[in-house]
Protein backbone atom coordinates (compact mmCIF):
# COMPACT_ATOMS: atom_id res chain seq x y z
CA UNK A 1 0.00 0.00 0.00
CA UNK A 2 1.08 3.51 -0.65
CA UNK A 3 2.06 6.05 1.75
CA UNK A 4 0.16 9.33 1.75
CA UNK A 5 0.62 12.41 3.64
CA UNK A 6 -1.16 15.86 3.31
CA UNK A 7 0.08 19.06 5.17
CA UNK A 8 -0.82 22.88 4.32
CA UNK A 9 3.00 23.50 4.59
CA UNK A 10 5.58 21.74 2.29
CA UNK A 11 8.34 19.84 4.56
CA UNK A 12 11.53 21.46 3.83
CA UNK A 13 14.90 21.35 5.24
CA UNK A 14 14.25 22.79 8.58
CA UNK A 15 11.37 20.67 9.60
CA UNK A 16 11.49 19.52 12.97
CA UNK A 17 11.17 16.08 13.53
CA UNK A 18 8.89 14.96 16.70
CA UNK A 19 8.30 11.18 17.48
CA UNK A 20 6.21 8.47 19.16
CA UNK A 21 8.59 4.85 20.01
CA UNK A 22 6.55 1.77 20.98
CA UNK A 23 5.72 -1.43 19.85
CA UNK A 24 3.61 -1.71 18.64
CA UNK A 25 2.83 1.79 17.77
CA UNK A 26 1.23 2.33 14.36
CA UNK A 27 -2.24 2.83 15.43
CA UNK A 28 -1.40 5.85 17.58
CA UNK A 29 -3.80 8.56 17.47
CA UNK A 30 -1.18 10.88 18.79
CA UNK A 31 0.48 11.53 14.95
CA UNK A 32 -2.88 13.07 13.83
CA UNK A 33 -3.45 15.06 17.27
CA UNK A 34 -0.12 16.61 17.35
CA UNK A 35 -0.24 17.32 13.47
CA UNK A 36 -3.13 18.88 13.44
CA UNK A 37 -2.09 21.08 16.52
CA UNK A 38 1.27 22.56 14.22
CA UNK A 39 -0.52 23.02 11.14
CA UNK A 40 -3.43 24.98 13.20
CA UNK A 41 -0.44 27.18 14.73
CA UNK A 42 1.78 27.18 11.72
CA UNK A 43 4.68 25.33 13.28
CA UNK A 44 6.89 23.62 11.04
CA UNK A 45 7.26 20.08 12.69
CA UNK A 46 5.78 16.62 11.92
CA UNK A 47 5.03 13.71 14.26
CA UNK A 48 5.36 10.24 12.87
CA UNK A 49 5.47 6.79 15.05
CA UNK A 50 8.07 4.48 15.13
CA UNK A 51 8.08 1.04 15.85
CA UNK A 52 10.78 0.86 18.78
CA UNK A 53 11.22 -2.32 21.09
CA UNK A 54 12.72 -2.29 24.31
CA UNK A 55 16.13 -4.06 22.60
CA UNK A 56 16.31 -1.30 20.21
CA UNK A 57 15.37 2.14 22.20
CA UNK A 58 18.59 2.69 23.16
CA UNK A 59 19.77 3.02 19.39
CA UNK A 60 17.20 4.68 17.94
CA UNK A 61 17.12 7.01 20.74
CA UNK A 62 20.76 7.72 19.89
CA UNK A 63 19.55 8.44 16.50
CA UNK A 64 17.32 10.83 17.32
CA UNK A 65 19.56 12.48 19.28
CA UNK A 66 22.38 12.81 16.42
CA UNK A 67 19.53 13.79 14.36
CA UNK A 68 18.66 16.38 16.31
CA UNK A 69 15.31 15.59 16.88
CA UNK A 70 13.26 17.98 19.30
CA UNK A 71 11.36 15.31 21.16
CA UNK A 72 9.68 12.26 20.95
CA UNK A 73 6.85 9.96 23.19
CA UNK A 74 6.89 6.94 24.22
CA UNK A 75 4.48 3.91 25.08
CA UNK A 76 4.69 0.62 25.92
CA UNK A 77 7.10 -1.19 26.52
CA UNK A 78 9.83 1.69 26.03
CA UNK A 79 8.91 4.27 29.31
CA UNK A 80 10.90 2.64 31.91
CA UNK A 81 13.59 1.89 30.47
CA UNK A 82 13.88 5.74 28.94
CA UNK A 83 14.38 6.40 32.65
CA UNK A 84 18.44 5.19 32.19
CA UNK A 85 18.94 6.61 29.02
CA UNK A 86 17.61 10.62 30.15
CA UNK A 87 20.26 13.06 31.08
CA UNK A 88 18.00 14.84 33.13
CA UNK A 89 14.48 13.62 34.49
CA UNK A 90 11.40 15.71 35.76
CA UNK A 91 10.66 15.46 39.20
CA UNK A 92 6.89 13.76 38.49
CA UNK A 93 9.36 11.13 36.04
CA UNK A 94 12.30 10.34 38.69
CA UNK A 95 9.41 8.85 41.42
CA UNK A 96 6.82 7.86 38.81
CA UNK A 97 9.76 6.12 37.50
CA UNK A 98 8.79 6.10 34.10
CA UNK A 99 9.15 8.66 30.68
CA UNK A 100 6.41 9.40 28.01
CA UNK A 101 7.78 12.47 26.87
CA UNK A 102 11.38 13.76 25.94
CA UNK A 103 12.62 16.86 25.32
CA UNK A 104 15.99 17.50 23.19
CA UNK A 105 17.59 21.12 24.79
CA UNK A 106 20.89 21.11 22.67
CA UNK A 107 21.78 18.09 22.87
CA UNK A 108 20.44 16.65 26.26
CA UNK A 109 17.59 14.56 27.06
CA UNK A 110 14.91 15.96 29.57
CA UNK A 111 12.26 13.16 30.49
CA UNK A 112 9.13 13.83 31.66
CA UNK A 113 5.96 11.86 32.61
CA UNK A 114 2.48 13.76 31.46
CA UNK A 115 0.17 11.35 31.98
CA UNK A 116 -0.56 12.94 35.82
CA UNK A 117 -0.99 15.95 34.39
CA UNK A 118 -3.40 14.81 31.89
CA UNK A 119 -5.42 13.53 34.53
CA UNK A 120 -5.32 16.37 37.00
CA UNK A 121 -6.03 18.52 33.62
CA UNK A 122 -9.05 16.58 32.95
CA UNK A 123 -10.26 16.88 36.41
CA UNK A 124 -10.42 20.78 35.95
CA UNK A 125 -12.15 20.35 32.37
CA UNK A 126 -14.91 18.35 34.04
CA UNK A 127 -15.70 22.06 35.92
CA UNK A 128 -14.10 20.19 39.10
CA UNK A 129 -11.59 21.88 41.62
CA UNK A 130 -9.86 19.08 43.78
CA UNK A 131 -6.74 20.86 45.15
CA UNK A 132 -6.23 21.03 48.92
CA UNK A 133 -8.88 18.14 49.03
CA UNK A 134 -8.89 14.40 49.71
CA UNK A 135 -8.86 11.35 46.68
CA UNK A 136 -9.89 8.11 46.84
CA UNK A 137 -7.42 6.46 44.09
CA UNK A 138 -7.92 2.39 43.34
CA UNK A 139 -4.57 0.82 41.90
CA UNK A 140 -0.95 1.52 42.30
CA UNK A 141 0.02 0.52 38.77
CA UNK A 142 1.50 2.81 36.26
CA UNK A 143 -1.57 5.12 35.21
CA UNK A 144 -2.85 4.91 39.20
CA UNK A 145 1.16 5.57 40.34
CA UNK A 146 1.11 8.91 38.00
CA UNK A 147 -2.11 9.79 39.48
CA UNK A 148 -1.04 9.71 42.85
CA UNK A 149 2.66 11.65 42.05
CA UNK A 150 1.22 14.13 40.03
CA UNK A 151 -1.97 14.81 42.80
CA UNK A 152 0.36 15.01 45.40
CA UNK A 153 2.74 17.56 43.81
CA UNK A 154 -0.28 19.39 42.61
CA UNK A 155 -1.50 20.17 46.45
CA UNK A 156 -4.31 17.67 47.38
CA UNK A 157 -4.51 17.53 51.27
CA UNK A 158 -4.72 13.74 51.33
CA UNK A 159 -4.43 10.67 49.05
CA UNK A 160 -5.85 6.99 50.62
CA UNK A 161 -4.40 4.71 47.77
CA UNK A 162 -6.15 1.02 47.38
CA UNK A 163 -4.18 -1.39 46.73
CA UNK A 164 -3.67 -5.33 47.03
CA UNK A 165 -1.16 -6.33 49.78
CA UNK A 166 0.05 -9.15 47.59
CA UNK A 167 0.29 -6.68 44.35
CA UNK A 168 4.01 -6.23 42.83
CA UNK A 169 3.52 -2.93 42.84
CA UNK A 170 3.36 -2.52 46.49
CA UNK A 171 7.15 -2.08 47.36
CA UNK A 172 7.14 0.68 45.05
CA UNK A 173 3.93 2.08 46.09
CA UNK A 174 5.59 2.44 49.86
CA UNK A 175 9.05 3.62 47.89
CA UNK A 176 6.61 6.42 45.89
CA UNK A 177 4.96 7.35 49.18
CA UNK A 178 7.92 7.73 51.33
CA UNK A 179 9.57 10.18 48.93
CA UNK A 180 6.03 12.32 48.39
CA UNK A 181 5.75 12.41 52.28
CA UNK A 182 9.21 14.09 52.12
CA UNK A 183 8.51 16.60 49.50
CA UNK A 184 5.14 17.60 49.51
CA UNK A 185 2.48 18.37 52.69
CA UNK A 186 -0.05 15.26 51.26
CA UNK A 187 -0.74 12.94 53.71
CA UNK A 188 -0.91 9.12 52.03
CA UNK A 189 -2.59 6.17 53.26
CA UNK A 190 -2.23 3.01 51.56
CA UNK A 191 -5.00 0.73 52.36
CA UNK A 192 -6.40 -2.75 51.56
CA UNK A 193 -8.31 -3.03 48.53
CA UNK A 194 -10.32 -5.71 49.80
CA UNK A 195 -11.44 -4.33 52.83
CA UNK A 196 -15.05 -2.53 51.64
CA UNK A 197 -15.56 -1.26 54.98
CA UNK A 198 -12.21 1.30 54.76
CA UNK A 199 -13.27 2.10 51.54
CA UNK A 200 -16.42 3.14 52.71
CA UNK A 201 -14.77 4.99 55.70
CA UNK A 202 -12.32 7.01 53.53
CA UNK A 203 -15.01 7.64 50.75
CA UNK A 204 -16.95 9.49 53.73
CA UNK A 205 -15.04 12.62 53.68
CA UNK A 206 -13.45 12.04 50.09
CA UNK A 207 -13.91 14.60 47.54
CA UNK A 208 -13.20 12.60 44.44
CA UNK A 209 -13.33 8.51 43.92
CA UNK A 210 -10.50 7.61 41.02
CA UNK A 211 -10.30 4.32 39.27
CA UNK A 212 -6.75 3.86 38.51
CA UNK A 213 -6.92 0.34 37.69
CA UNK A 214 -8.30 -1.96 34.42
CA UNK A 215 -11.29 -3.52 36.50
CA UNK A 216 -14.43 -2.33 34.13
CA UNK A 217 -12.50 -2.25 30.76
CA UNK A 218 -13.38 -3.75 27.84
CA UNK A 219 -13.83 -6.83 27.56
CA UNK A 220 -14.75 -7.34 30.96
CA UNK A 221 -17.39 -4.56 31.03
CA UNK A 222 -19.08 -6.66 33.80
CA UNK A 223 -16.38 -6.10 36.32
CA UNK A 224 -16.10 -3.20 39.26
CA UNK A 225 -13.56 -2.36 41.08
CA UNK A 226 -16.05 -1.51 44.38
CA UNK A 227 -18.56 -3.82 45.59
CA UNK A 228 -22.00 -3.14 43.89
CA UNK A 229 -23.92 -2.21 46.82
CA UNK A 230 -21.90 0.89 47.73
CA UNK A 231 -23.31 4.04 48.16
CA UNK A 232 -21.99 7.07 47.13
CA UNK A 233 -21.87 10.04 49.84
CA UNK A 234 -23.86 12.69 48.18
CA UNK A 235 -21.30 14.77 45.84
CA UNK A 236 -18.82 12.56 45.75
CA UNK A 237 -16.99 13.14 41.70
CA UNK A 238 -16.18 9.46 40.66
CA UNK A 239 -13.98 9.18 38.17
CA UNK A 240 -12.72 6.31 36.14
CA UNK A 241 -9.21 6.40 33.87
CA UNK A 242 -11.24 4.32 31.64
CA UNK A 243 -13.08 5.29 28.39
CA UNK A 244 -13.55 1.81 26.45
CA UNK A 245 -16.63 1.38 27.41
CA UNK A 246 -17.63 4.95 27.82
CA UNK A 247 -19.54 4.34 30.62
CA UNK A 248 -17.77 1.57 33.13
CA UNK A 249 -20.04 -0.09 35.74
CA UNK A 250 -18.25 2.15 38.16
CA UNK A 251 -19.70 5.01 35.99
CA UNK A 252 -23.08 4.00 35.86
CA UNK A 253 -23.00 3.22 39.76
CA UNK A 254 -22.44 7.36 40.03
CA UNK A 255 -24.73 7.88 37.84
CA UNK A 256 -28.02 5.87 39.66
CA UNK A 257 -26.57 7.65 42.51
CA UNK A 258 -26.81 11.29 41.48
CA UNK A 259 -23.16 11.74 41.89
CA UNK A 260 -21.44 13.65 39.76
CA UNK A 261 -19.05 11.70 37.22
CA UNK A 262 -16.67 11.06 33.86
CA UNK A 263 -14.37 9.12 32.20
CA UNK A 264 -10.75 8.86 31.21
CA UNK A 265 -10.76 9.96 27.61
CA UNK A 266 -9.44 13.45 28.29
CA UNK A 267 -6.86 12.35 29.95
CA UNK A 268 -5.28 11.46 26.49
CA UNK A 269 -5.81 14.77 25.29
CA UNK A 270 -4.14 16.82 27.96
CA UNK A 271 -1.14 14.41 28.49
CA UNK A 272 -0.52 15.11 24.92
CA UNK A 273 -1.33 18.52 25.50
CA UNK A 274 1.68 18.77 27.87
CA UNK A 275 4.12 16.87 25.68
CA UNK A 276 3.47 19.15 23.22
CA UNK A 277 3.86 22.98 25.10
CA UNK A 278 6.88 20.89 26.42
CA UNK A 279 8.45 20.95 22.71
CA UNK A 280 7.29 23.98 20.69
CA UNK A 281 6.31 26.87 24.12
CA UNK A 282 2.95 26.92 23.13
CA UNK A 283 -0.12 25.84 24.16
CA UNK A 284 -2.25 22.81 22.15
CA UNK A 285 -5.39 24.13 20.61
CA UNK A 286 -7.24 21.86 22.46
CA UNK A 287 -11.02 23.30 21.80
CA UNK A 288 -9.98 22.21 18.03
CA UNK A 289 -8.50 18.73 18.88
CA UNK A 290 -11.85 17.96 20.58
CA UNK A 291 -13.62 18.91 18.17
CA UNK A 292 -11.46 17.01 14.84
CA UNK A 293 -10.48 14.01 17.01
CA UNK A 294 -12.97 13.39 20.08
CA UNK A 295 -16.70 13.80 21.11
CA UNK A 296 -18.25 14.55 24.39
CA UNK A 297 -15.86 11.89 26.68
CA UNK A 298 -18.70 10.81 28.77
CA UNK A 299 -19.00 13.09 31.18
CA UNK A 300 -22.34 13.07 33.37
CA UNK A 301 -23.83 15.90 31.38
CA UNK A 302 -23.84 14.07 27.99
CA UNK A 303 -24.07 10.65 26.66
CA UNK A 304 -22.72 11.64 23.41
CA UNK A 305 -20.04 8.82 21.11
CA UNK A 306 -16.91 9.15 21.83
CA UNK A 307 -13.97 9.03 19.29
CA UNK A 308 -13.57 5.46 18.03
CA UNK A 309 -10.00 5.93 16.85
CA UNK A 310 -9.20 6.67 20.28
CA UNK A 311 -10.90 3.36 21.59
CA UNK A 312 -8.98 1.76 18.80
CA UNK A 313 -5.55 3.54 19.33
CA UNK A 314 -5.96 2.11 22.93
CA UNK A 315 -7.13 -1.62 22.18
CA UNK A 316 -3.75 -1.49 19.59
CA UNK A 317 -1.74 -0.33 23.07
CA UNK A 318 -0.92 3.13 21.83
CA UNK A 319 -1.62 6.61 23.76
CA UNK A 320 -2.06 6.03 27.44
CA UNK A 321 -0.91 2.64 27.06
CA UNK A 322 -2.01 -1.40 28.39
CA UNK A 323 0.65 -0.81 30.52
CA UNK A 324 -0.60 2.38 32.24
CA UNK A 325 -3.92 0.82 32.70
CA UNK A 326 -3.15 -2.58 34.62
CA UNK A 327 -4.38 -4.71 37.19
CA UNK A 328 -3.31 -4.39 40.57
CA UNK A 329 -2.03 -8.84 40.22
Not at 12 to 28: E, M
Not at 35 to 59: C, H, I, K, M, Q
Not at 291 to 309: G, I, Q, T
Amino acid sequence: MENTTSAASPITGHTGLICLLGSPCAHSVSPMMHNASFEALGLDYRYLAFDVNEETLPTAVAGLKVLGARGFNLTMPDKNLMVSLCDELSTAARIIGAVNTVVNEDGRLVGHNTDGIGYMQSVKDAGYDIIGKKMTLLGAGGAATAILVQAALDGLKEISVFMRPTSRFYDRLVHTVEELTEITDCRIKICDFSDANLLKKELADSAILTNGTSVGMAPHEDTCPVPENLTFPKDLIVSDIIYNPRETKLLTMAKNQGNPFFNGSYMLLYQGAEAFRLWTGKEMPVEKIKKEFFSDPFYSKSNLDHLRRVIAALNAGNGISHELITDEK
